[in-house]
């Protein structure tokens, strides 16, 4: 193992951080203060709450067959899912393996098991929800009940709306995942199993594992680390209209991207009022300016937690001068590692996440469905440190 990391040292890592092995954060081990930046927070007693009752039972007979078309990134789709599997089982329904989004912003042609252990979600819900492949051949084009699932429905609205439509057909559609489920007053049963997927039963795909527990080894051989997950890619600043810092052509690229992406209702935005309601991801000269203001020292190793960067380099000058130690997968896996992966956001993105919940302390600069999911995650986990800028 030693030999095989020396390797990756010499060949892949930037010169300036040589010796990995020899470094030792400065003053965390012996000041108390800046050993308190990387202490967990407290649980407060709150542990994490998935078993099912006592009075819960295998899943009844199946009414029908459910199929999923998820929407949106990685986050949103693993959430939608873990809500659909919840409603399947709300709905007394055989849950086809869902079909992941292929038609968002990142025109990503993963599929489910190119992202997750499909046979391990299959297993895993053998209690819960009764879960295959594929639809019998003799259904494939049968007549769909097709419908777009009310918003934030609790279980009267599956049982009372949707679960009539067996009646007239042995398969339901459902057009999105996103949001379908409400947060609140659900039976608790209900909620335990959304969990269990969304923590659980949702593992990533073996190769995306392997990789992404490589990195996380590579991480922590610099020592303690913290994972920023900057929001700052061309997707997110389109749609947002946050130009907060970009030069005139930039911010007239983006109002041209969000004005040619159909499905972004919202067109016209104004940059300076997104960011006073702290609508805007912090740039990542205020994220350097922040970790300094929180006592991290420059030596501090940070994982950049992101896609692409816009701007480049460019935008990126002050957080690298404050915090040089500044790493991302690219930089800690070579090309041929990463060649099987790069194509495909879901998959890289997913390379982040395991990185960012496996983190000493994860920070990001904007609350979006990836901090969130990474959130939840790491407080499951044992509520591992996480710091929310209030923007």
């Given at each position: 193992?030693e030999?095989?990391?020396l390797?990756?040292?010499?060949?892949?890592?930037?010169?300036?951080?040589?010796?990995?092995?020899?470094?030792?954060?400065?003053?965390?081990?012996?000041?108390?203060?800046?050993?308190?930046l990387?202490?967990?927070a407290?649980?407060?007693?709150f542990?994490?709450?998935?078993?099912p009752?006592l009075?819960?039972?295998?899943p009844?007979?199946s009414?029908?067959?459910?199929?999923?078309?998820?929407?949106?990134?990685?986050?949103?789709?693993?959430?939608?899912?873990?809500?659909?599997?919840?409603?399947a089982?709300?709905?007394?329904?055989?849950?086809?393996?869902?079909?992941?989004?292929?038609?968002?912003f990142?025109l990503?042609?993963?599929?489910?098991?190119?992202?997750?252990?499909?046979?391990?979600?299959?297993?895993?819900?053998?209690?819960?929800?009764?879960?295959?492949?594929?639809?019998?051949?003799?259904?494939?084009?049968?007549?769909?009940?097709?419908?777009?699932?009310?918003?934030?429905?609790?279980?009267?609205?599956?049982?009372?709306?949707?679960?009539?439509?067996?009646?007239?057909?042995?398969?339901i559609?459902?057009?999105?995942s996103?949001?379908?489920?409400?947060?609140?007053?659900?039976?608790?049963?209900i909620?335990?199993?959304?969990?269990?997927?969304?923590?659980?039963?949702?593992r990533f795909?073996?190769?995306?594992?392997?990789?992404?527990?490589?990195?996380?080894?590579?991480?922590?051989?610099?020592g303690?680390?913290?994972?920023?997950?900057?929001r700052?890619?061309?997707?997110?600043?389109?749609?947002?209209?946050c130009?907060?810092?970009?030069?005139d052509?930039?911010?007239?690229?983006?109002?041209?991207?969000?004005?040619?992406?159909?499905?972004?209702?919202?067109?016209?935005?104004?940059p300076?009022?997104?960011r006073?309601h702290?609508h805007?991801?912090?740039?990542?000269k205020?994220?350097?300016?922040?970790?300094s203001?929180?006592?991290?020292?420059?030596?501090?190793?940070?994982?950049i937690?992101?896609?692409?960067?816009?701007?480049g380099e460019?935008?990126?000058?002050?957080?690298?001068?404050?915090?040089?130690?500044?790493?991302?997968?690219?930089?800690?896996?070579?090309?041929?590692e990463?060649?099987?992966?790069?194509?495909?956001?879901?998959?890289?993105?997913?390379?982040?996440?395991?990185?960012?919940?496996?983190?000493?302390v994860?920070?990001?600069?904007?609350s979006?469905?990836?901090?969130?999911?990474?959130?939840g995650?790491?407080?499951?986990?044992?509520?591992r440190?996480?710091?929310?800028?209030?923007?």
């Amino acid at each position: 193992r030693e030999a095989e990391e020396l390797r990756w040292e010499q060949e892949f890592a930037p010169p300036q951080l040589a010796s990995p092995h020899s470094r030792k954060l400065d003053g965390a081990a012996e000041d108390e203060p800046e050993k308190r930046l990387w202490l967990p927070a407290p649980s407060r007693r709150f542990v994490p709450c998935v078993s099912p009752s006592l009075e819960y039972r295998r899943p009844e007979a199946s009414r029908g067959y459910l199929l999923v078309h998820t929407n949106g990134g990685l986050n949103q789709m693993r959430a939608g899912i873990s809500d659909m599997v919840a409603v399947a089982r709300i709905l007394k329904a055989t849950l086809i393996i869902p079909e992941l989004d292929k038609k968002s912003f990142w025109l990503d042609k993963s599929n489910f098991s190119d992202v997750f252990d499909e046979e391990h979600f299959i297993r895993y819900l053998a209690n819960d929800v009764k879960v295959e492949k594929n639809l019998p051949k003799e259904l494939v084009k049968a007549p769909k009940s097709v419908r777009y699932f009310k918003s934030w429905s609790g279980v009267d609205y599956y049982q009372n709306e949707i679960s009539p439509l067996w009646e007239h057909r042995q398969v339901i559609r459902a057009a999105k995942s996103d949001s379908r489920l409400a947060n609140n007053f659900l039976p608790p049963d209900i909620q335990k199993l959304r969990c269990r997927t969304f923590f659980q039963a949702l593992r990533f795909a073996p190769p995306i594992e392997a990789l992404g527990n490589l990195l996380v080894e590579r991480m922590k051989s610099f020592g303690p680390y913290i994972a920023l997950h900057l929001r700052y890619e061309k997707d997110m600043l389109a749609f947002s209209g946050c130009t907060y810092g970009l030069s005139d052509t930039e911010s007239e690229e983006l109002a041209m991207i969000r004005g040619n992406t159909t499905y972004w209702k919202v067109k016209d935005i104004d940059p300076l009022e997104q960011r006073s309601h702290g609508h805007c991801p912090l740039t990542p000269k205020e994220v350097g300016m922040f970790l300094s203001a929180l006592g991290y020292p420059s030596s501090t190793p940070v994982y950049i937690a992101a896609g692409e960067i816009y701007g480049g380099e460019s935008h990126m000058v002050d957080l690298q001068s404050r915090f040089p130690i500044l790493m991302n997968k690219e930089k800690l896996a070579s090309a041929e590692e990463l060649r099987p992966f790069s194509q495909y956001a879901s998959q890289m993105a997913a390379l982040d996440y395991i990185v960012s919940v496996e983190s000493d302390v994860f920070i990001p600069s904007y609350s979006g469905n990836m901090a969130r999911a990474v959130a939840g995650h790491r407080r499951f986990h044992g509520h591992r440190k996480t710091i929310s800028p209030d923007r």
